[in-house]
C-alpha cells in the first residue's frame, strides 16, 4: 500500500535550517510528484513547492524562493525538503503529499512533521 | 498569490445538505478543471474528496459532490452526517503551475 514516511519533529532556532525527509514506499517512485504543504497553528494549508523525482526541475512557491529547497535520492524513495532562515511564523506542521503528474491532485499525505522554531 | 476565499463557518442538521464555495479569480479556479476539495479532521492530515472538480476518488462517499461556474467552486454535502463535522479546503492549480488552497472552512454538525 501507499505510504509517505517523514521523519520526526524537529525544534531550531530563529536563523537556523531544518531538512525533513518523506520515504515513498508502495508504488513507482518516479511516477508521481511530491509536493510540500504546510499547516502552521490553528491556520490553513499553504503551498510550498512541488518535485519530479525522475529529475523534472522543481517549482517553489514565489514566498519561499530563495530558501526553500526541495531534493530527492530516488536510490531510497525519499523526497527531501530544506527550510533556511527560519523564523517563528514558520512554525508549522510539514507534509509531503503524492501527486499524480500532471493529474493536480494530492492523494496521499504523509503524517506530517511538526517544526517548531522558537530561541 | 493570494488564498482563495471560503466562508470560514457553514453548518448544517443531520440529513440536510450544505454547500462549501471557493472563489478565486480567472488566474486559478476560473482557469482550467484542476480543483480539488480536502477533508481535515483534527490532528489528521488532509484527505482527498473531490479532484477535477467534480471526481469523486474510490471509497468517498457518494453524499459529497463538487462543481464550478465561472471563478468559483463548491463542495456540497447532502445527507450531512456527524463524521462530516470537518475542516474542508479547496485548492486550485493557476496557471503558472503553482497551487493555491483556500483560506477553509469549519463545518459543523448541529
Known amino acids: 500500500q501507499v505510504h509517505l514516511e517523514q521523519s520526526g519533529a524537529e525544534v531550531k532556532k530563529p536563523g537556523a535550517s531544518v531538512r525533513v525527509s518523506c520515504k515513498a514506499s508502495?508504488?513507482?517512485?518516479?511516477?508521481?510528484?511530491i509536493q510540500w504543504v504546510r499547516q502552521a497553528p490553528g491556520q490553513g494549508l499553504e503551498w510550498m513547492g512541488v518535485?519530479?523525482?525522475?529529475?523534472?526541475?522543481?517549482l517553489y512557491a514565489q514566498r519561499f524562493q530563495g530558501r526553500f529547497t526541495m531534493t530527492t535520492d530516488t536510490s531510497t524513495s525519499t523526497v527531501y525538503m530544506q527550510l533556511s532562515s527560519l523564523i517563528s511564523d514558520d512554525t508549522a506542521v510539514y507534509y509531503c503529499?503524492?501527486?499524480?503528474?500532471?493529474?493536480?491532485?494530492?492523494?496521499?499525505w504523509g503524517q506530517g512533521t511538526l517544526v517548531t522554531v522558537s530561541s | 498569490q493570494s488564498a482563495l476565499t471560503q466562508p470560514a463557518s457553514v453548518s448544517g442538521s443531520p440529513g440536510q445538505s450544505i454547500t462549501i464555495s471557493c472563489t478565486g479569480t480567472?488566474?486559478?479556479?476560473?482557469?482550467?478543471?484542476?480543483v480539488s476539495w480536502y477533508q481535515q479532521h483534527p490532528g489528521n492530515a488532509p484527505k482527498l474528496m473531490i479532484n477535477d472538480v467534480s471526481i469523486r476518488p474510490s471509497g468517498v462517499s457518494s453524499r459529497f459532490s463538487g462543481s464550478k461556474s465561472g471563478n468559483t467552486a463548491s463542495l456540497t454535502i447532502s445527507g450531512l452526517q456527524a463524521e462530516d463535522e470537518a475542516d474542508y479546503y479547496c485548492?486550485?492549480?493557476?496557471?503558472?503551475?503553482?497551487?493555491?488552497f483556500g483560506t477553509g472552512t469549519k463545518v459543523t454538525v448541529l
Open positions: 485548492c486550485s492549480r493557476t496557471k503558472s503551475g503553482t497551487y493555491v
Open positions: 480567472s488566474g486559478d479556479v476560473g482557469g482550467d478543471k484542476y
Open positions: 518535485i519530479d523525482p525522475s529529475g523534472g526541475h522543481p
Open positions: 508502495g508504488y513507482t517512485f518516479s511516477s508521481y510528484n
Open positions: 503529499i503524492r501527486e499524480p503528474i500532471a493529474l493536480c491532485y494530492f492523494d496521499y
